[in-house]
């Protein structure tokens, strides 16, 4: 499968520990852009926007994902406490 824009693809879950404002829950998400860089694959998701997935990764885990997230769709899900943000020039 290639990424085209406007496709859905599973996202998985990320937390960060010193900037908890881009937290995200995983889940489906749409395509909003498609980027080469040294030969890899990377894509931009409406739901997540400024990031980058590298492709082939996400394509290795959609098995995976598909059957924790289902159709649940992927959002962000900040932490605001400012003990998970310090540091973070966000």
């Known amino acids: 499968m ?3 824009i406007g496709n859905d693809v599973y ?3 990320s937390l ?5 404002e881009d937290d995200f ?5 749409r395509i909003a852009g498609v980027r080469i ?3 890899a694959i990377f894509v931009e998701v409406e739901e997540d926007p400024g990031t980058q997935h590298a492709w ?6 959609q098995d995976e994902w ?8 992927g959002r962000p899900d900040p932490d605001l406490r400012p003990e998970f943000n310090e540091g973070w020039a966000g």
């Open 2 to 4: 290639d990424p085209r």
């Open 11 to 13: 996202i998985p879950s």
């Open 16 to 20: 960060h520990l010193t900037h908890g």
């Open 25 to 29: 829950e995983g889940g489906l998400c």
């Open 37 to 39: 860089w040294n030969g």
């Open 56 to 61: 082939d990764y996400l394509m290795e885990h």
């Open 66 to 73: 598909r059957e924790r997230f289902g159709d649940r769709r």
